[in-house]
């Protein structure tokens, strides 16, 4: 959106972490990961789901910097891939 007065249009943005790495204080391993993202999609989450829900409830802010891969390709390596609205392949 623009500005009413001026014609500057802002560059408000949130900031990936510079660390790629995951946190030290963080204790869930990759296995665990990998199965909380298994269960979910059998469920039925789709993966914007399956990713709020792991950052929300178990303080997991990326999926990748943890496990290495994204969850879409998790669930493509697990045969577990269910296409849905927001999931274009």
């Known amino acids: 959106m623009g500005r009413l ?7 408000s943005a949130s900031a990936i972490p510079y660390s790629r790495t995951a946190p030290a204080w963080l204790k869930t391993t990759p296995d665990q990961v ?9 469920k039925g989450a789709t993966p914007s789901q ?6 929300d409830s178990h303080g997991i802010a990326q999926v990748k910097v943890v ?3 994204k969850i879409l ?3 493509k390596s ?6 849905g609205g927001d999931m274009i392949v």
């Open 73 to 75: 390709r998790i669930l």
């Open 5 to 11: 007065h001026s014609k500057g249009k802002g560059i």
């Open 34 to 42: 990998v199965d909380h993202i298994c269960k979910m999609a059998k």
């Open 67 to 69: 496990t290495g891969n």
């Open 50 to 55: 399956i990713g709020v829900v792991l950052r």
């Open 78 to 83: 697990n045969d577990i891939l269910h296409v």
